[in-house]
């Protein structure tokens, strides 16, 4: 066989990029199945993107992820969509198969294998409190809702964000969803089985800020779950001092990398591998 120097190349196009640490649990999968592929962290400006997406047709890169500000942009450049992906409105993964662009989003696939993975959680007939509103909770909801989860509630900030939400779940999908208006200290019905902080609070660098619940009203009957990519979360260490399972975002995180991964390569992930690199890259 002669010398194959080439490399197969993805990586992620966003704006700001410099912090993301995708690369780094893609790098190590790679090096771990010996796979000649390489991952690029891309800084794109907003008003780059359709270049960058031919770019990445003239450059022949097997795929891409999108990060802020592209995950809703990109649909115009793509030829085809997921149906969830589709529902969010949001892409944050790309393949290239041949001369077609197909988006998928894998936040909340991601979510979903945690939950069932590692948390052993079905979501079919639970019901649901998710504190947010945003991209992260669209991603979670309409995969829950996808997978049979029966009450969805959304606790926002801004009503508006929230009754988009709310409204598309009950629109599209089984779920039967309700808007909360987040007033001051809200307080999780007792009949609650998932409670997931899917807002920004906690992320770092304000790492000890969290969700404003009533602490009082988490049960040990309910799994408490965090999309900030940290082993945990002052949100999380008080759920467990109450005597509830939690799940934490980084689990989330590795998972929708090695879904995106294994679109990409066909191969399926090494997750664990891409667990420990992710872990000692954010510590
Ligand atoms: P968005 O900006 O789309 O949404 C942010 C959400 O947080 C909104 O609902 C916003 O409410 C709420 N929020 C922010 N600050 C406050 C506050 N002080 N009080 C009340 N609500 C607040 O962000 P994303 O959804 O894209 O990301 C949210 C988090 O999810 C980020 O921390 C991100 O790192 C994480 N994430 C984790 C992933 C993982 O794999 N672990 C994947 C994707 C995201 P409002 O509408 O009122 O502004």
Redesign the pocket.
Known sequence: MGANYKEELVGVFGHPVAENPTVVMQAAAFEFLHLNWRYLTIEVFPEDLEAAMNGLRALNMRGVNLTIPHKVEVLKYLDEVSPAAALMGAVNTVVRKGDRLIGENT?GK?FLRALTQDAQMDPRGKKVVVL??????RAITVELALAGAERITIV???AE?GRILTELLNSKTSASATYEP?EGTYSVPAETDILIN????G?PPNADDKPNVATDSIRPSMLVCD???APTTPFLSEAKARGSAVLD?LG??VY?GAIGFSIWTGEEAPVEVMHQALSRALR
């Open positions: 936040d991601g947010g509103a945003g991209g992260a909770a926002n900030r801004s964000r987040w899917a807002t920004s609070i992320l999309v900030i990519p975002g989330m995180l929708q």
